[in-house]
C-alpha cells in the first residue's frame, strides 16, 4: 500500500466546503428546474434532471463524509500542534526553575559569606573595645558594639535592596524588597539611594575611634548611635583663652584703678 502523501488540512477542507457549497446551490437550481418540467408537464426533462439531482446528491455526500473526515483531521493536527506548543512552553519553564534553582544555591553561598563577614567584623569590634577604655557612646559612635553593626547592616540591606513603590509612573509595578532591610530614618523610607554605604559609614566610625585615641576628641560623642546618613561631626571648637599680659606691664583695669576720683559739683 502507497504511503498516503501529506495534505495541507487547512487548504482541503477550505476548497471541500466551496465544493460542497457549489453542489448545494446547483441542487437548488436542479430542484426549481424540476418544479418547472412537472408543471410544464415535461416528463423527458423531468427524468434528466432526476438523474442529475442524484448524482449531486451523491457528491454532496461525498463532500459531507470528505468535510468530516477533514474536520477530525484538523482537530487531531490541532492537538498536535498545542501538546507540542504546551511541551516547549514546559521546557523553557522548566530552564526558568533551574536557572532560579542555580540562582539560589550562589545567594546560599553568598549569604554563608556575608555571615562570616558579618561575624568577623563583630569578632573584630569586641577585640578593639575590650584594647582601649572607651565611654559608652564612643563605643556605639565607633561601631565597637554588635548591635550597632547589626544596625548598620540592616541600613545597607535597606540601601541596596529596597524598592519603593512611589506610584504616580506609567507602568511602574511594585517589586519586592531585599528581606532584612530597614531604614536609618522615616524620611529616608523612600530613597535608599541616600543612605550612606556600610564601607564609608565604618570607615567613618574607625577614623571617629582613631581621632578618640589620639586625644583630638575629649567629650564623648552624643547619642544616638551613628546614623548611615549622617556625617562625623569635628570636634567642638573652644573659644581661645585669653593670653596674659606680659611681666612688667598693667592691665587696662589697673591703671583704671591708679586714677584719682574727682567729685563732682553741682551747681
Known amino acids: 500500500m502507497a504511503p498516503l502523501k ?4 487547512a487548504a482541503a477542507l477550505a476548497k471541500a466546503r466551496e465544493v460542497l457549497a457549489a453542489i448545494n446551490g446547483r441542487m437548488a437550481k436542479l430542484g426549481q428546474d424540476r ?3 412537472l408543471i410544464g408537464d415535461d ?11 442524484e448524482e449531486s ?4 455526500r461525498t463532500g459531507r463524509d ?9 482537530r487531531k493536527e490541532e492537538a498536535e500542534r498545542v501538546a507540542k506548543r504546551r511541551a516547549a512552553l514546559i521546557e523553557r519553564i522548566g530552564a526558568k526553575f533551574a536557572e532560579r ?5 550562589e545567594l546560599q553561598k553568598d549569604l554563608t559569606s556575608a555571615d562570616a563577614r558579618f561575624r568577623k567584623m563583630i569578632e573584630l569590634a569586641n577585640e578593639c573595645a575590650a584594647a582601649w577604655p572607651w565611654e559608652q557612646s564612643q563605643i556605639h559612635a565607633a561601631g565597637l558594639s554588635p548591635a550597632t553593626i547589626k544596625t548598620l547592616v540592616s541600613y545597607e540591606l535597606f540601601r541596596v535592596g529596597a524598592r519603593p513603590f512611589l506610584g504616580g509612573r506609567p507602568g511602574e509595578v ?8 530597614q531604614a536609618p530614618t522615616l524620611h529616608l523610607r523612600g530613597q535608599p539611594e541616600a543612605v550612606k554605604p556600610l564601607g564609608d559609614a565604618m570607615r567613618e566610625a574607625s577614623a571617629y575611634a582613631g581621632r578618640v585615641m589620639r586625644g583630638e576628641i575629649v567629650a564623648p560623642r552624643p547619642e544616638p548611635p551613628p546614623n548611615v546618613s549622617e556625617k562625623i561631626d569635628p570636634a567642638p571648637q573652644q573659644p581661645p583663652a585669653e593670653a596674659p599680659p606680659p ?12 586714677i584719682p576720683k574727682q567729685q563732682l559739683k553741682i551747681f
Open 66 to 74: 470528505r468535510i468530516r473526515l477533514l474536520e477530525m483531521i484538523a
Open 6 to 9: 501529506k495534505v495541507d488540512t
Open 35 to 37: 418544479e418547472a418540467a
Open 174 to 181: 511594585a517589586q519586592q524588597d531585599f528581606p532584612g532591610g
Open 247 to 258: 611681666v612688667g606691664t598693667r592691665t587696662a583695669a589697673q591703671i583704671q584703678a591708679t
Open 57 to 60: 446528491e451523491r457528491l454532496a
Open 43 to 53: 416528463d423527458g426533462a423531468v427524468f434528466k434532471l432526476d438523474q442529475q439531482i
Open 101 to 105: 534553582d542555580r540562582e539560589a544555591v
